[in-house]
Nanobody
Framework: QVQLVQSGGGLVQAGGSLRLSCTAS????????MGWFRQVPGKEREFVAA????????YYKDSVKGRFTISGDNAKNTVYLQMNSLKPEDTAVYSC?????????????????????WGQGTQVTVSS
């Protein structure tokens, strides 16, 4: 049984930092593309960041480039999302996801349909 268990998140002031973690079980982490998405009530889920299964390529939503970093630890079967310089508009429920490898392109990694497994979601709230 595949599980993605998230930790981290919470409330932070604008300009602050948070790190989200997503630990996978039931799959070989290093063989999957990993992604982070976020969703605000009443809006569609949106892509935030992704990392190819090899870790050689990363992709980001334009508005988080230079502030967010996705990384992975194969030994721990864990992917991270380090979020710096947080803004109120980053407030959302963040979810990690795992998907079988796809051709390397932002369009592929930004599609939620690429991912077959999802974490439980964690709230990130940035106060102004």
């Amino acid at each position: 049984q595949v599980q993605l268990v998230q930790s981290g998140g919470g409330l932070v002031q604008a300009g602050g930092s948070l790190r989200l973690s997503c630990t996978a079980s039931g799959l070989t982490f290093s063989l999957y593309d990993m992604g982070w998405f976020r969703q605000v009530p009443g809006k569609e889920r949106e892509f935030v960041a992704a990392m190819t299964w090899s870790g050689s390529n990363t992709y980001y939503k334009d508005s988080v480039k230079g502030r967010f970093t996705i990384s992975g630890d194969n030994a721990k079967n864990t992917v991270y999302l380090q979020m710096n310089s947080l803004k109120p508009e980053d407030t959302a429920v963040y979810s990690c996801a795992a998907g079988l490898p796809a051709p390397k392109s932002l369009s592929n990694y930004a599609r939620s349909g690429h991912y077959g497994f999802w974490g439980q979601g964690t709230q990130v709230t940035v106060s102004s």
